[in-house]
C-alpha cells in the first residue's frame, strides 16, 4: 500500500498534473501560448487514453508488467520536460510521461486486491488513489524550492524510477495471477462513463489552468504555489473522505464528492482574494480525488473484472480532460467567469446524472 501510495503521487502528481502546474514557467520561458497550453493537455489526456487502453488488456493478468511499463514512461516524460529546450519537446515529453499514469492505476488496482482482500480492500484502494495528493503538495513545495523550474521535473524521474522499483519488489509473490473473466462490459457501464466524462471535461479548466488564471487575477507566484500545495492538502484527504462517503455506497459517494468539485471549480472563478484561493483548492482537491476513489468502487460494483472496468472509467475521465482543456482554453477569451462557469457546470452535470439511473444499477454478479 505504501509503495503503491507513492507510485500514484508521482505518476499523478509530480508527473501528469504538474503539467498545469509548469504551465506559465514554460509560456514564459519557452513560448508557449494559452491555446497550446490547452492542446498539450489534450495531448497529455489521449496519451493517458491509449496507455490506459493498453492496461486494459493486460492488467488482470499481468499487473506488475504493466506497474513496470507505467513507471518506466513516466520516468522517461519527466525527464524530457527537466531537459526540454523549446516547447515542441515540452509538449512532446509532457504527452510521454502522462501515459504513465494511464497505466499505473489498473496495474495498481489489481495488485492492491490481491494483497489486501475483502472488506479492507476499499480503504486500500482508496489510500492508494489518494496518493495524488501527497504527489501534488511535492510538485508545489519542489517549485518554490528550486532556481529552475525544469529540476523540479528531473527530482520527479529520479523519485519515480526509486519507487517503481519498490513497488516491483514489494508485490513479487503477491499472489499468483488468476484467470481473467470475460468483461462484462454493459448497460451498467454506460452512466459511470458518461459521468466521468462530464467530471474530466469540467475538472480540467483547474487542472489545465488554474495556477494561470490565479496569477491573471493578480496573485503571486509564490502565493500561487502554494495554493498548489493545498491542492495537494485535500487530495490527501480522500483517503479519509473516500471510506466514509463510500458507506452510502459508490453512487452517493460519486454524486457527493462531484458536487463539491463543482463548487470548488465555481469558486475558482473568483477574484483570488483573501482566503478564497485557499478553500477553492483544498475543496477541489479533495472533491475530485474522492470522486476517482468512489469511481474505482464503482467499477466492482457493475464490473466482474474491476481493473477493466476502472481502465474504461478512467478513460473516460482522460477523454472528458482532453475535450475540457482547449475548450477551457478558448472560452478564457471572453473571461474567466465564463470558463469557469462552463466547467463547473459540466462537473454539476457528473454528479447530478447518476442518480437518475441508480435503481437500474445492479450489481454484478
Known amino acids: ?33 494559452t491555446a497550446a497550453v490547452g492542446l498539450v493537455a489534450g495531448g497529455t489526456s489521449v496519451a493517458y487514453c491509449l496507455a490506459a487502453a493498453l ?9 506488475r508488467t504493466v506497474v513496470a511499463g507505467a513507471g518506466a514512461v513516466a520516468v522517461l516524460g519527466a525527464a524530457g520536460v527537466g531537459t526540454a529546450g523549446s516547447a515542441a519537446v515540452f509538449a512532446a515529453a509532457a504527452v ?11 496495474g495498481l ?20 488513489n489518494a496518493g495524488t495528493g501527497p504527489g501534488l503538495v511535492v510538485a508545489g513545495l519542489l517549485a518554490m524550492l528550486v532556481e529552475r523550474w525544469q529540476v523540479a521535473w528531473t527530482a520527479a524521474a529520479a523519485g519515480t524510477a526509486v519507487v517503481t522499483v519498490v513497488v516491483l519488489v514489494a508485490a513479487r509473490g503477491g499472489g499468483a495471477a488468476a484467470r481473467a473473466p470475460r468483461a462484462d462490459a454493459g448497460r451498467r457501464w454506460v452512466l459511470p462513463v458518461l459521468a466521468a466524462g462530464l467530471l474530466g471535461a469540467g475538472s480540467a479548466a483547474v487542472w489545465t489552468h488554474g495556477r494561470t488564471v490565479l496569477q491573471d ?8 504555489l502554494w495554493v498548489w500545495v493545498c491542492l495537494g492538502v485535500g487530495a490527501t484527504g480522500a483517503a479519509v473522505a473516500g471510506p466514509l462517503l463510500l458507506r452510502a455506497g459508490p453512487v452517493p459517494a460519486w454524486s457527493a464528492s462531484a458536487a463539491l468539485t463543482a463548487v470548488a471549480v465555481l469558486a475558482w472563478a473568483l477574484p483570488p482574494r483573501g482566503a478564497v484561493p485557499v478553500l477553492a483548492a483544498l475543496v477541489f482537491g479533495l472533491g475530485f480525488t474522492t470522486a476517482t ?20 472509467f478512467f478513460v473516460a475521465l482522460l477523454l472528458g480532460q482532453a475535450a475540457g482543456a482547449p475548450a ?38
Request: some cysteine.
Open 96 to 106: 510521454l510521461g502522462s501515459a504513465g499514469a494511464g497505466a499505473a492505476s489498473p
Open 293 to 312: 476513489t468512489a469511481l474505482i468502487a464503482w467499477a466492482g460494483q457493475v464490473s466482474r473484472t474491476p481493473a477493466a472496468a476502472v481502465s474504461v
Open 328 to 365: 477551457t482554453a478558448a472560452l478564457l477569451d471572453a473571461g474567466t467567469p465564463v470558463a469557469l462557469g462552463a466547467a463547473a457546470a459540466a462537473t454539476a452535470a457528473a454528479a447530478v446524472l447518476p442518480l437518475s439511473g441508480r435503481r437500474r444499477a445492479p450489481r454484478a454478479r
Open 55 to 63: 492496461a486494459f488488456l493486460h492488467a488482470e493478468r499481468r499487473p
Open 217 to 224: 487575477g493578480g496573485l503571486g507566484e509564490r502565493p500561487a
Open 109 to 128: 488496482v489489481v495488485l492492491v486486491r490481491r494483497a489486501v482482500a475483502g472488506p479492507a480492500e476499499p480503504r486500500a484502494q482508496a489510500v492508494v
Open 1 to 33: 500500500m505504501a509503495a503503491g501510495t507513492a507510485l500514484v503521487a508521482c505518476t499523478y502528481g509530480l508527473v501528469r498534473y504538474a503539467v498545469g502546474l509548469s504551465a506559465p514557467d514554460a509560456q514564459r520561458d519557452l513560448g508557449l501560448s
